[in-house]
Nanobody, 127 residues
Framework: QVQLVESGGGLVQAGGSLRLSCAAS????????MGWFRQAPGKEREFVAA???????????DYANSVKGRFTISRDNAKNTVYLQMNSLKPEDTAVYYC?????????????????WGQGTQLTVSS
């Protein structure tokens, strides 16, 4: 069982930056691939970014086209935490952001492939 708690959301002006954190319980965090998804009002949940579990010293990351070059996903296995650094924020980034953990080695854009989800944190980007 893994519990995920997101933090770091808030209100930011367009062009600004923010970092989301997702703290995971349990001692097997390093064995999970991690993902960030978001859901805006009236829209379906969509993929944002994902990072694989470590394979040796290598991790793989994947990004939605809408955030590529602006967002960076990273993980700190010693702290059981995954981060989402968000730069050059746009009003269309406004959504509830969810952290997810999946028992797979690779990255996935599919919510179905994730086993555990956090409660979400709200990001609002004002124009």
């Amino acid at each position: 069982q893994v519990q995920l708690v997101e933090s770091g959301g808030g209100l930011v002006q367009a062009g600004g930056s923010l970092r989301l954190s997702c703290a995971a319980s349990g001692r097997t965090f390093s064995g999970y691939a991690m993902g960030w998804f978001r859901q805006a009002p009236g829209k379906e949940r969509e993929f944002v970014a994902a990072i694989s579990r470590n394979t040796g010293n290598t991790v793989y990351a994947d990004y939605a086209n809408s955030v590529k070059g602006r967002f960076t996903i990273s993980r700190d296995n010693a702290k059981n935490t995954v981060y989402l650094q968000m730069n050059s924020l746009k009003p269309e980034d406004t959504a509830v952001y969810y952290c997810a953990a999946g028992l797979r080695a690779g990255v996935s854009r599919v919510p179905y492939n994730y086993d555990y989800w956090g409660q979400g944190t709200q990001l609002t980007v004002s124009s």
